[in-house]
C-alpha cells in the first residue's frame, strides 16, 4: 500500500468525511423530526387505529409506499426541480440532503408506525379508561414506551442512509462514499478505496454500538 | 347507582350477520355495592363491562351514573367522567418504560392534575392504600403480577373515582395472590363506598367479594341473585350455567374412559351430520350445539 497516495488524498477524505456528516447530519434529523409524526399519523389513523380514517390513511400511506419504492438514484434525478427550489441549485453536497430527506422521512415514518404497532392495546386502552385525549396517550404513553424502539429505528435509518449516501456522487453531493467511488473505482486508487471503505464501517459501527447502547439503557421492559 | 338500560353492542362480522356481543342488558348496581358479573368465555361480560365506561359505545340503549347519562355525553364530556370511574385489567396494562409513581402519576396527569408536587403526593397516598412504598421507584418489570395489579389499583384509585370497573383483575394471579387482591378491592369499597364491578369466571372470586352476581350467557344476563344465597344451603341457580358455575368445578373420570362413552369427536361429528336445526342463525344465540356437545360429554363423564 502507497501511504503517500493516502498522504495526497488526506485533505480530501477530512472534506468528503464533512459532507458525509453534514448530509446525515441534516437528513437525519429532518427524518426524525417529520418522520415520527407522520409515522404516529398512519398508526392512530389506520382502520384500527385511535381516530379511524381509513380513506385518507389509505391516500396518505400510498404516498408512503410510492416514495420508498423509488430506487434513491432515481429519486435523486427525478425530483431535481424541486431539491433546486428549495436549496438553489441541484448539485453539492446540499443539492443531495433534499432527495435523502425526501427518502428517509416515509422510511422512518413506517418504522414508528411498526415500532408503536408491536407495543400492545393495553396501555393505549387502561389510558382511554383514565379519560386521557389523543394527545396525551401519544405523549405519555405511545411515544414514553415506544422510546427504545424508536431509538433503535433511529441508528438503523442512519446505517442505511450512509450508504445511501455514497450515491451522491451522480450528482457532486461529496461524501465518503463518493470518494471510494471516484478514487477506488474509476481511477483504481485502491489505497484511497480502502480507507474511504475503513472510515465508512467505524462510522457505521460507532453509530450501531451507540444505539444498541442507548437502547438497552432507555430500555425498562426486562430487568437488567 | 350504576343503571344499564337495554344495553346492546353488535360487533360487525365482515358480510356475515352481525354478532350480538351483549344482547339487551338491562342492569341496575347499587351505589358502595360490589356487583360480580360471571360467565364463561365469550359471554359478553367484559363487553358489558367496557360499555359502563364506554370504552365500547353500546349500538343502543343508555348507561347512567348517578345522574349522569354517560351515552348522552360528548367527547369531552365523556373524558371528564372517565376521571370518576377507575379500571382495573386482566394484564394490569401499565406503561413499562415508567416506574411505579410515575404510572400511578399517569392518571392524575390525565384528570388535569397539574402541579407535580401535589400528583406525587397523591399517587403515594394511592400506593400507600394498597401497601406499595418500597417499590415506588422500581419498574413494572421488576414486579411480581399481584404487586402490577395493586399498582394499577393505585392508579386507578389516585383520582378518587366512584367507579371501579374490574376486568378479570385475579385470572392471571395465582390463588394466594388472588385472595390479597381481592382483600384490597373488598378494603377500598369498605373504606372508601366506591361501587366495584368485577368480571370474572371464577366462581371464587364472586363468593368472596360480590354482594349481587349476574350470570351472563350469549349476550344476555341470565339470572341475577345477592351472593349470600350462595352460601345459603340449598341454593341453587336457576340456569344451567348457573348451576355449573356454583359446582365445585372441574370433575374428571380417572378411570380410562372408553370411547363409546366420551368420545367427543364422535359426539361432534353426529351434530355436524345432523346439520344445523331448521330456521337457524349462523351465529346461535341459544348454543343448542355446545350444550348438546356439553350434556353428552357430561353423561359420558358420569
Known sequence: MNLQTIQARLPEINQAMLETFAMIGVAIPLAVL?????????????????KPTPKSHAVVSTVVNMVRSFPFLILLIAIIPFTRLIVGTSVGTAAVIVPLTINAIPYFARLVEQNITQLGTGAVEASRAMGATRGQIIRHVLL??????IIGSITITTVSFISYSAM????????????AIRYGYYRYETETMVVACVLMVLLVTVVQYSGTRLVRFTDKRVTA | MISLRRVSTTFAAGKKEPIAAVDDVSLEIPAGSIQGIIGFSGAGKSTLLRNINLLERPTSGEVWIGDTELTGLNAEGLRRARHQIGMIFQGFNLVNNLTVVQNVELSLKFAGVKDPRQRRRRAAEALEIVDITDKTRNYPAQLSGGQKQRVAIARALATKPQVLLCDEPTSALDPFTTATVLQYLA?????????????THEMEVIKALADNVAVM???????????????????SPTTSIGKYLVSDGISLNRRKHTSSETDFDAIVDELDAAGPEPGARPWDPTRARENKIFAAVEGGLR
Open chain 1, 168 to 179: 451522491s456522487g451522480l450528482v457532486g453531493g461529496g461524501g465518503i462514499g463518493d470518494l
Open chain 2, 217 to 235: 350467557e350469549a349476550g344476555r344476563v341470565v339470572e341475577q341473585f345477592p351472593a349470600t344465597d350462595l352460601l345459603r344451603e340449598g341454593f
Open chain 1, 34 to 50: 417529520l418522520g415520527t409524526p407522520l409515522g404516529i399519523w398512519l398508526w392512530s389513523h389506520a382502520p384500527a387505529g385511535l
Open chain 2, 187 to 199: 378494603d377500598i369499597n369498605a373504606e372508601f363506598g366506591i361501587t366495584v364491578v368485577v368480571v
Open chain 1, 144 to 149: 414514553v414506551d415506544a422510546k427504545p424502539a
